[in-house]
C-alpha cells in the first residue's frame, strides 16, 4: 500500500497540520509506507491554461516539480491532503498544485484511490476547506474517507482523531470501500466530462483516447 502525504504548509516540520498528517500516515500502516511532499520545497508554477495537457497528456510545457508530485499521485493508493486553512481556503500552493492536475479531472484519473484531508487553522472553523478537499477528489474520481481539522496549537484528542482517520483510510484502502454518496457525485461528475469529451474531442484528442480506451464513452 503506498500513502502520499501532500503538506501544503510553509511551516514544514513545524507546521501543526503537518503534525496531523503525519499522525494519518502512521495510523495508515504504522506510516512505513508514507512518503511525504512539503509542496514550499518545490517549484510550481501556475496554470496557463494552454489546454496542452488535454491535448497530449499527461504532459504540461511548464518544466518544474509539478510533474514528480502528479507522478507520485498516481502512483499512490491513498493521498492525505494536508492544507493549513489559508482566508477559508487551502493554501496556494495546494490550489496551484489542483489548478496543475487539472487533467486528472478531466479523466478522472484518481478513481479507485482515496483520500483524507487535514486542516488547521486559528479559528478551527474549517469547513469550507475540508469540503473543498472532498470536492476536489471527487471531481478527480477518488473517494474521501474523511477529514480532521483542528485549532491551532493541536490538542492531542485532535492528534488521535487523526491516527484514527489513518486507519480508516487504510480500511477503506484494503476492503475497496464504497461511499455510495460519494460514488454518486463521481458518476454525476463523468456524465458531464462524457459530454464534454464528446463536445470537445477534435482538441483534447489524447483525453477523447484515454475515455475511449477506458471504454467509458
Ligand atoms: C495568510 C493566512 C491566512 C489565514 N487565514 C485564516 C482564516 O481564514 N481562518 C483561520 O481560522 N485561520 C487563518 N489563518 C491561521 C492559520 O490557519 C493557522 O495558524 C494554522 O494553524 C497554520 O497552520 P500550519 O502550522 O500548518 O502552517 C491564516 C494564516 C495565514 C498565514
Not at 96 to 110: A, E, K, N, V
Request: glycine share 6%.
Amino acid at each position: 500500500m503506498k500513502i502520499l502525504l501532500i503538506s501544503a504548509s510553509p511551516r514544514k516540520e513545524k507546521s501543526q497540520t503537518f503534525l496531523m498528517a503525519k499522525e494519518v500516515a502512521r495510523g495508515c500502516d504504522d506510516g512505513k509506507t508514507a512518503e511525504i511532499i512539503h509542496l514550499c520545497n518545490l517549484k510550481i508554477e501556475f496554470c496557463r491554461h494552454c489546454e496542452f495537457c488535454h491535448k497530449k497528456i499527461p504532459y504540461c510545457l511548464i518544466k518544474d516539480d509539478v510533474h514528480k508530485v502528479l507522478r507520485m499521485m498516481l502512483e499512490a493508493d491513498g493521498i492525505v491532503l494536508a492544507s493549513p486553512n489559508y482566508i477559508n481556503h487551502v493554501t496556494g500552493s495546494m490550489k496551484t498544485l489542483f489548478d496543475r492536475s487539472s487533467h486528472f479531472i478531466h479523466c478522472l484519473r484518481l478513481m479507485d484511490k482515496y483520500t483524507a484531508g487535514i486542516v488547521s487553522s486559528g479559528s478551527g472553523h474549517d469547513k469550507n476547506v475540508t469540503d473543498y478537499l472532498k470536492y476536489y477528489s471527487n471531481t478527480c474520481g477518488a473517494q474521501f474517507a474523511g477529514s480532521v481539522s483542528a485549532r491551532a496549537p493541536v490538542s492531542q484528542e485532535k492528534m488521535d482523531e487523526a491516527f484514527a482517520l489513518g486507519k480508516k483510510l487504510c480500511a477503506a484502502i484494503k476492503t475497496k470501500k464504497e461511499f455510495p454518496a460519494q460514488l454518486r457525485i463521481i458518476e454525476e461528475h463523468k456524465k458531464h466530462f462524457r459530454m464534454l469529451m464528446e463536445r470537445r474531442k477534435n482538441e483534447w484528442k489524447e483525453e477523447y483516447k484515454y475515455w475511449e480506451d477506458k471504454g467509458w464513452l
